[in-house]
């Protein structure tokens, strides 16, 4: 599903709700001036973009018309060379250490 990048503004603006402009714009980390901006049709620059679609949910691709492949985000590889002196249950936890990992730092950029 792609979203309108026209409406990028309105969908700010009722995500703030009855939040001031002042506190949406500290929540998200942008000076309410270019809030105010954003919400007004002016489009923003690409790291408040980013900003405001981590506030808003969104994922950024879906305002660009970009699709997102959901498995690139719900398995982690790993890829351990193969080694005669690393045993297979080695590998496996290691593998697996690796994803507990990954999860673990995307689950906090998520907070």
Do not use: Y
């Not at 049709?41 to 900003?51: C, E, I, R, S």
């Not at 959901?70 to 590998?91: G, I, W, Y």
């Not at 697996?96 to 990954?102: K, R």
Request: charge should be positive; glycine fraction near 8%; proline fraction near 4%.
């Amino acid at each position: 599903m792609s979203l309108d990048i026209e409406k990028f503004g309105e969908m700010v603006a009722k995500r703030r709700g009855t939040l001031g402009v002042r506190a949406a714009a500290k929540e998200i980390g942008v000076s309410p001036a270019t809030l105010s901006r954003i919400e007004n049709g002016n489009v923003p620059d690409l790291m408040t973009f980013a900003a405001i679609c981590k506030w808003l949910g969104e994922e950024p691709a879906k305002f660009l018309g970009m699709q997102t492949n959901p498995s690139d985000r719900e398995f982690a590889s790993v890829h351990l060379r193969k080694k005669k002196t690393t045993s297979l249950d080695t590998a496996t936890a290691l593998g697996a250490m690796i994803i507990a990992a990954q999860n673990a730092l995307r689950d906090r950029e998520n907070i």
